[in-house]
């Protein structure tokens, strides 16, 4: 009933910059506290973002400064600007936001994932 999709990544070279989008869509009410999490091979998931549902953000001290979260709640979509961008940046990033549908039940959702390389 409710769709996660992430977009907006690929191939940078270190030093330069993606936005990721996350777009929910379906019988959605409301989006509220939103994670962005990353994989690397052979690592474990990690949260790397958060914006909570009134809008105060958190992010892990490895991107703090470089990474920005935002959201439009009128597009149901979460946003994660990447600037200054490092190898080690590279990873599957994963969207995982909180949703209530209208019939009102709320839960957590993962959309398929967008992959983000940074190399030379």
């Known amino acids: 009933q409710v769709q996660v999709v992430e977009s907006g990544g690929g191939l940078v070279q270190p030093g330069g910059s993606l936005r990721l989008s996350c777009a929910a869509s379906?019988?959605?009410?409301?989006?509220?506290?939103t994670g962005w999490h990353r994989q690397a091979p052979g690592k474990q998931r990690e949260l790397v973002a958060r914006?909570?549902?009134?809008?105060?953000?958190n992010y892990a001290d490895s991107v703090k400064g470089r990474f920005t979260i935002s959201r439009d709640n009128a597009k149901n979509t979460v946003y994660l600007q990447m600037n200054s961008l490092k190898p080690e940046d590279t990873a599957v990033y994963y969207c995982?936001?909180?949703?209530?549908?209208?019939?009102?039940?709320?839960?957590?959702?993962w959309g398929q994932g967008t992959q983000v390389t940074v190399s030379s």
């Open positions: 995982n936001p909180t949703i209530q549908l209208t019939m009102g039940s709320v839960s957590n959702y």
């Open positions: 914006i909570s549902s009134g809008g105060s953000t």
């Open positions: 379906g019988s959605i009410f409301s989006i509220y506290g």
